[in-house]
């Protein structure tokens, strides 16, 4: 079988109107080959049906910790600092590839179930999230996580080099469908030797970064304080500000950061529901949009969000969006939808996020024959303030079908949650 016509549905196209149309899928490029009116778009050797449904881009997770669903409500309520240093990072020492294989499967199960088709990950063991993407079928950008305090300095260097090992050993994975990036942890928690050391390597080799920068206040004044400049001047000395560069969080920008970003075409990834559970701050994304930054968004890791699903995303996005502006017309509904697929995609890298002839063939059909979207006034509206991850019918990526009236077809959906509950229990008892 070679093509695939998604039929009877309605389709948002890149300028966010929403038209009756079909969608071709061609499954050996992986692309969408045609898209339009019924009565025009090519027969195709098999159907899925969108009747009653929006057929959408797949969304895109431009920023989690996949495996970190294995730390699912095991602590919450505390600021970001504390909440790493007392209880996150020391289970996390415990998890073994197995553990770390076990929590990324159930954080994909969770993606294809919620319509998201890519995401970028940072972690360690990603030799195993590598495989599980492959498994799985979806796409990511990855790379394994440096943090250089509190180590020796064999240490912090094996960690430099684990991570232009992994940007270097899987970049292309899964037929194309693994990226890469360089991933110090953050400007603090990265020596600026070991940065001044490895990051020219990864230019060399034309590897893109990923960081978590200006998260908290917390952060940001050392900075400040020790090299006399913002982090994100501090980075772009660092050459840390490439635009195939994305920084996650991006929460106390000053306006010379956000110009910075903007000129130098680095995006950066807004995570509003971990922005504010772990009551890190509001990110100026109303500012950074106006200033022409390429914005997506992400999730940050199940243990400060607590779900990976960007239909919640975009929600909080909206909202936190308006709050920080003191205007109920900043950050639209249009603008989120857009951060959360052509903005994502365009962060990490990939020819996705847009329903158009020869992009990705990833994408969700989204029903919408539910009380909770009805009447139909507004389906953008919908997508951002109404809709849930639940709310998805089917999820395809690179031309395959990853779940059909919601059943997962690529992965056990249940010995993937049982897996998962052992794992973690014995992961936080070894820990305890
Ligand atoms: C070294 S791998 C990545 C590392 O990041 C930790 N993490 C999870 N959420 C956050 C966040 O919001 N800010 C900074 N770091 C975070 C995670 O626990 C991993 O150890
Ligand atoms: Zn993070």
Redesign the pocket.
Known sequence: MTKLRIAGGQVLRPDASVERADVLVDSESGDIAAVGDPDEVPEGDETLDAEDGLVMPGLVNAHT?AA?TL?RGYADDKE?DAW?QED??PV?AEFTPEDVRAGTELGLLEMIRSGTTAFAD???HEEEVVEAVEDAGLRARLG????TVGKDEEGAREDCEQSLEVAREFDGAADGRVKTAF?P??LT?VGEEYLREFVPEAREDGIALHY?AN??TDEVDPIVEEEGQRPLDYARELDMTDESDFV??GVHLDSTEIDLLAETGTSVVH?PA??MK?A?GMAPVQKLLDAGVTVGLGT??T??NNDLDVFDEMRDAAMVGKLAENDASAVPAESVVRMATEGSASALGFDSGRIEEGANADLAVVDLDAAHLTPHHDLVSHLVYAARGSDVRHTLCDGAVLMRDREVLTLDAEAVRERAERRAAAAVERAE
């Open positions: 910790h970190m730390l970001l790493l996150i990072w996390e940072m972690y360690f394994y996580g440096i943090v991933m942890h953050s928690t978590h998260e908290t996650a969080h995570c971990s922005n772990l890190s940050d890791g243990a400060s």
